[in-house]
């Protein structure tokens, strides 16, 4: 396992009340999370939003008032999570050292399949695809969300420095398509906790990125930064 390991641990520190039970606000959130990953923003009734919370209606609009703004909730403490997961990661990448293309891909991908493994995490990632496919979320509130393209393209950038930020946003998001389309392909087939750095899943995706990546860039096979 690299050392981008995500644990099972919440990312941000729950907020409590004095009898040690989560806020109301935390479980509005937590139930909007649940609620926009399974059922897409259009699709999510803050009725039942509120009523998985545990709470009234009243008391979510005193909170948050409409449902946009109970997304844009939701996803400013799911961006604050992504941030501090990907500390590990954000070293590696920002480290003096230099390093591949083969070997970054092999830390995000690794990075993402761990995340998936994890309750927060695979919440995370179910809401992150759900919402990018919806047209009701603007295209800026769903780039908020997935905060790991902003260290993703610095990578991409260190690898290949002679590359436009065309190239590389093409990259992104062809890498970034097929990875999280692998990892739901994985867990259909795999219980979470069994889909390890060992699994051919990963190691299948892992090649497949990298030769996909060259591929964008119209690289010949082998050939490493230009």
């Keep these: ?8 641990a919440p990312s941000a520190p729950v907020a409590t009340v004095a009898d040690g039970t989560t806020s109301r606000r935390e479980r509005i959130l937590e139930a909007a999370a649940r609620a926009f990953a399974t059922h897409g923003y259009r699709g999510s009734s803050l009725r039942d939003i509120a009523r998985d919370a545990g709470c009234s ?14 997304l ?3 996803l400013q403490l799911q961006h604050q999570n992504c941030e501090k997961r990907l500390d590990g990661l954000r070293a590696f990448v920002d480290s003096p050292a230099g390093f591949g ?4 891909v092999e830390r995000w991908a690794n990075y993402e399949f761990d ?9 995370y990632l179910q809401l992150m695809m759900r919402l990018s496919m919806e047209a009701e979320v603007e295209a800026q509130r769903r780039r908020d969300l997935d905060c790991a393209q902003v260290l993703v393209l610095r990578a991409f950038k260190r690898t290949r420095p002679a590359l436009d930020d065309d190239a590389r946003d093409a990259g992104w998001f062809l890498a970034s398509a097929a990875l999280y389309a692998a990892i739901v392909r994985a867990d259909e087939g795999t ?21 996909g990546l060259k591929g964008c860039w119209n690289e010949r096979p082998g050939a490493g930064a230009r």
């Design 115 to 123: 995340l998936y493994t994890t309750p927060q995490g695979r919440l």
């Design 72 to 74: 844009d909730a939701v």
């Design 101 to 104: 293309l083969e070997e970054f």
């Design 1 to 8: 396992m690299t050392d981008t390991h995500i644990t099972d």
């Design 191 to 211: 219980p979470p906790e069994g889909v390890t750095t060992a699994t051919p899943e990963r190691r299948h995706t892992i090649a497949f990125l990298v030769e």
């Design 57 to 70: 209606l009243t008391l979510l609009d005193h909170h948050f008032g409409g449902k946009g703004q109970l």
